[in-house]
Every structure is written in structure tokens, then in C-alpha cells.
């Protein structure tokens, strides 16, 4: 199957600082990637959807100048969480979607961690 | 909005059989998938329905009834390490493009 890549898998930093996250689709392009967020033991929330070529769609709640989503090439999408807090706190998770039924595949998380 | 409800937890017997449910309400439906997630890993895979009836995959099989906003997953001769969250997830045409909405998960634990 098709193979998503995110980097970091793990980011502790201190409060007010920025963090950025990379997600890559490695043997396909995607003009799509969707990022979510997920709480210890929750489900994943749909925080925005990143177009290659134009702005980011956010979802309703999301702050789209705290997390900054830039989707530079077919196959790079980045989360930039700008001044994080300790709220901001979370396992990210990219995914993209490919083949049969466009099913997504999703990158390995990131968990930050904000002092 | 969406409304995508799974029960929160579930215990089986290694060997046993196991149906997870999970009921929706949504506009613009567009498919509904299974996903596993172990814990903190990524989700991964496992199926998808989009016309009413019963799609088989091995000891996994999953039912759509569209009328009645209800899937469910079927697990069989469960095994230990199908211990993990199961995820339900609807796909909802909306604004020219498909977008994946999951709902709560149920976090299955398999027993000896």
C-alpha cells in the first residue's frame, strides 16, 4: 500500500515556542492530505485539509493562524504549530488518500509535548 | 452536522467472535470505513462500504445498511493482538471534495 511519512514522531518544547511537523507521501502524489489531532484515548478530529496549490481548509474551531498549513509540492504538507501552550498538547496525525476508494493512509504521529 | 456513535468499550474471549457497532447521521454520505488503531500508532486499514450489505476480508467482515445509518464490524477467532481501538469513519461528500469524519472508537480488549 501506499506510504505516508511524518516527522517528528516526538517533539517536546517549551510554552511559546513553534513546531513544525512534516508529512510526506512517499510513492504517490497527493494534491490532499488531511491533518487530525487525538487525545489520549479519543477519536481523531479533522483539524484542517491542505491543497497543494491554495490555501488550507479549516475546520470550524481551528485557529488558522495558530496552526499553520503549508502544502509546498505534491508530496509535502506541514503543520506549524505557531507559540505552542501546554493545551496545544496532542498526538497529530497526517494522512493522504490514495487507490481504491481514495482510502487514506496515515503517517506514523507526532506527539508534542509543550512544558 | 455529523453524528457518528460507537460504544466506548468491549471485552472478548481469544477465539471468540465480536461485533462492534456503530450508527450515524450524517448529510452527504459517501462510504464508511473500519479503521485499527493500536495504541500510538497510526490508524491502519481494514475496510469499506459504501452499498448496503456484508463485505468479508479473512476473519473480518463489515455490514452497511444505509437506510438505517448503521455498520457494524465482525471480528472472528479473535486473537490477542486484535486488542486495539476500532475506529468507524464516514466519508462525506461535502463542498466538491470527500472528507473523512470518525467517530468515537471502541477500545476492544481480547482476554485469554
Known amino acids: 500500500g501506499a506510504v505516508v511519512s511524518q516527522h517528528p514522531s516526538r517533539v517536546i518544547c517549551k510554552s511559546g515556542t513553534s513546531v513544525k511537523i512534516e508529512c510526506r507521501s512517499l510513492?504517490?502524489?497527493?494534491?490532499?492530505m488531511f491533518w487530525y489531532r487525538q487525545f489520549p484515548k479519543k477519536s481523531l478530529m479533522l483539524m484542517a485539509t491542505?491543497?497543494?496549490?491554495?490555501?488550507?481548509?479549516?475546520e470550524q474551531g481551528v485557529e488558522k493562524d495558530k496552526f499553520l498549513i503549508n502544502h509546498a509540492s505534491l508530496t509535502l504538507s506541514t503543520l506549524t504549530v505557531t507559540s505552542a501552550h501546554p493545551e496545544d498538547s496532542s498526538f497529530y496525525i497526517c494522512?493522504?488518500?490514495?487507490?481504491?476508494?481514495?482510502?487514506?493512509?496515515f503517517g506514523s504521529g507526532t506527539q508534542l509535548s509543550v512544558l | 452536522g455529523q453524528n457518528i456513535d460507537q460504544p466506548t468499550e468491549m471485552t472478548a474471549t481469544e477465539g471468540a467472535i465480536v461485533q462492534i457497532n456503530c450508527t450515524y447521521q450524517?448529510?452527504?454520505?459517501?462510504?464508511l470505513f473500519w479503521y485499527q488503531q493500536h495504541a500510538g500508532e497510526a490508524p491502519t486499514f481494514l475496510s469499506y462500504?459504501?452499498?448496503?450489505g456484508l463485505e468479508e476480508k479473512g476473519r473480518f467482515s463489515s455490514f452497511l445498511s444505509r437506510s438505517k445509518g448503521y455498520s457494524y464490524l465482525l471480528l472472528k477467532e479473535l486473537q490477542m493482538k486484535d486488542s486495539a481501538s476500532y475506529l468507524c469513519?464516514?466519508?462525506?461528500?461535502?463542498?466538491?471534495?470527500?472528507?473523512?469524519?470518525f467517530g468515537t472508537g471502541t477500545q476492544l480488549k481480547v482476554e485469554l
Open positions: 494522512s493522504a488518500p490514495q487507490g481504491e476508494y481514495e482510502k487514506l493512509f
Open positions: 491542505s491543497n497543494e496549490g491554495s490555501k488550507a481548509t479549516y
Open positions: 510513492d504517490f502524489q497527493a494534491t490532499t
Open positions: 462500504n459504501v452499498l448496503d
Open positions: 450524517t448529510s452527504g454520505f459517501n462510504g
Open positions: 469513519a464516514v466519508n462525506i461528500w461535502k463542498g466538491g471534495g470527500n472528507k473523512l469524519t
